[in-house]
């Protein structure tokens, strides 16, 4: 079955803004990143719709990566 792009991209933002809170907090994650912390909770709220530097510069500030795998055929 196809993944869900809004449920995929949902579960995404959730999971940065519950590392971000382990980590420090929005203050933290933004001051690390290099954003106002404002901005980071658009970003990273339900409505929110990052650009993907934006996930990335995130994802680094976290101290995290993205990994990209090939789908294994059924």
Known sequence: KPADPPLLKKLLLEALRNVAQAKGGMGALAKA?????????RTLSRRGN????TIMELLRALGLKLTIERQRAA
């Open 33 to 41: 990143a290099g954003v106002s912390r404002e901005s980071l909770y």
């Open 50 to 53: 990052p650009k993907i530097d």
